[in-house]
Structure formats: structure tokens, C-alpha cells
């Protein structure tokens, strides 16, 4: 009986590691509480927007991203703990489109003063091919 105790320790504890190094991998601990809106440079094309979601998708912390290119805003439903906005801008300026924080604010606020929520991720089309112009 004595062995069979030290074995069950042992696997509660080796799935509770394994259940924290889980949520701390893919972010489960972390849900979008703010949301910032850039002001980016550039945008002309879906290939555009397809681009600054992407690099903006990858970050730790982002949980949804809208980029409207006619008005230049991208809109990035965000974990303020997990990534700010200053760093947001930093991300779309180095994807190629200079950018600066517009605002931010509590999600909640935005999207009753807006009445838009979070966006739902889309794919784009391979659009013109002038966000390739001069990258080479």
C-alpha cells in the first residue's frame, strides 16, 4: 500500500506540472481585456491586412485583430498583462507599416461605445502584390 500512495503522488503531481506548462504555453491563463486601436501607414490591399494580422496573431497576449485599410486602423483585441499597446505599433511598424497608438481602452467601454466586437479571423486573397514592392 505504502508503494501505491508514493505512485499516485507522483502522478498527480507530474499532471499538474504538465497542466500548468499547458496554460502557460498556449496562453490559456490569458483573455483579451483591452483593446487598442494603431493608426497605420501604407495600407492599401488585403495582402496589407493579411500581414499585420499575421505578425500581430503571433504575439503572446493577442487574441483578435481587425485592420480596416481605408481608414488605416488596425484594431487589436489584446491581454494588457501579456503585451501593451506602444509594443503593439512597435510589431505593425516592423511589419512594414509605420504606425502609432491611436487608443486603447477597456474592451468592455470599446465595444459599447463602438458596438463592435472582436473580429473573427479571415483569410485574405494574395491581393495586388504591392506590399512586396521594395522588400527585396
Known sequence: MHISKKVSWFVVTGMAVLMFFAAVCFGAAQTADTVTVLKAEKLSCGSCAAKITKALEAQQGVASVDVDIEAGKVTVWHASKAIDAERLASVVTDAGYPSGVYKTADKEAFEKETGKAAAVKQSFGSGC????????
Do not use: I, T
Open 129 to 136: 502584390g504591392c506590399c512586396n514592392q521594395g522588400s527585396k
